[in-house]
């Protein structure tokens, strides 16, 4: 007969903490990872290792962002645990990630700090949910496949509304409905978003001027450009180029 048991003692804590993590084993559209204060990873899901080309934990225990990003992807990151363990919560935001030598994918994800008893805040831990392999493989959001495509391919151009809905079958309205609830924002910010990522790439992987970026990128007003960057990154496309700048 079962027996109500008081809370368990701290082996038993340890114990059901680990089976609580390990159940995102479970998940393989999620990216799950713990890190410590110097942003060394302590723990990952199998889907994260599989993610950054490993197969234990013990490949990736203290590594960091380096030995598995491109180095202005990694900075970003390890800029974002600092952030969040000054107490910045990341909540599904948009992220391009790249790892060596493979294509760019789009994941949404979110971060929060790690503290131990006493209210100290000893490191990070984030979640990321693959766009391509997430809830958009589902047949109930098989139209939203067809936009966040179409808009990854067509950032660089004007994008109406209108023939984004049309490339879906939607009207605008069910077209925004759907980005707002599986995506966490609006078709026009997601597109802003999208166009954002890739002027950040190009900043660090060119040598063109911060206005032809813009332009690329579809950004026709320059000081928008730069006001929208600086919302989303923290510095202005010029200080973000010199910090993070390696050719």
């Known amino acids: 007969m079962y027996q109500r048991n008081k809370w368990p003692n701290e082996l038993n804590q340890i114990l059901l903490l680990r089976q609580?993590?390990?159940?995102?084993?479970?998940?393989?559209?999620?990216?799950?990872?713990?890190?410590?204060?110097?942003?060394?990873?302590?723990?990952?899901?199998?889907?994260?290792?599989?993610?950054?080309?490993?197969?234990?934990?013990?490949?990736?225990?203290?590594?960091?962002?380096?030995?598995?990003?491109?180095?202005?992807?990694?900075?970003?990151?390890?800029?974002?645990?600092?952030?969040?363990?000054?107490?910045?919560?990341?909540?599904?935001?948009?992220?391009?990630?790249?790892?060596?030598?493979?294509?760019?994918?789009?994941?949404?994800?979110?971060?929060?700090?790690?503290?131990?008893?006493?209210?100290?805040?000893?490191?990070?831990?984030g979640i990321s949910r693959h766009l391509q392999k997430t809830s958009l493989t589902l047949s109930s959001m098989d139209a939203l496949k067809v936009p966040v495509a179409f808009i990854k391919?067509?950032?660089?151009?004007?994008?109406?509304?209108?023939?984004l809905a049309q490339t879906a079958h939607l009207s605008i309205s069910a077209l925004e409905r759907r980005f707002t609830k599986h995506l966490g924002q609006t078709p026009k910010q997601f597109i802003n978003e999208v166009r954002l990522e890739n002027a950040r790439r190009l900043l660090i992987e060119t040598n063109e001027s911060i206005a032809n970026i813009a332009q690329e990128t579809g950004f026709n007003d320059h000081s928008y450009f730069s006001r929208q960057f600086q919302r989303l990154f923290g510095k202005s496309p010029s200080q973000f180029r010199r910090e993070h700048c390696t050719h």
């Open 153 to 163: 391919e067509n950032y660089m151009q004007s994008i109406t509304l209108t023939e």
């Open 20 to 125: 609580l993590v390990e159940a995102f084993d479970l998940m393989p559209d999620i990216l799950f990872w713990v890190k410590d204060s110097d942003s060394r990873f302590i723990y990952a899901n199998q889907y994260f290792l599989e993610h950054v080309g490993v197969q234990t934990q013990a490949q990736i225990y203290h590594c960091n962002d380096f030995d598995f990003s491109e180095p202005h992807i990694a900075r970003q990151f390890i800029n974002d645990d600092q952030k969040v363990m000054l107490g910045n919560r990341v909540n599904d935001r948009l992220e391009m990630n790249r790892l060596k030598g493979q294509e760019v994918a789009w994941f949404i994800t979110s971060k929060r700090p790690v503290m131990n008893d006493a209210g100290e805040v000893i490191g990070s831990y």
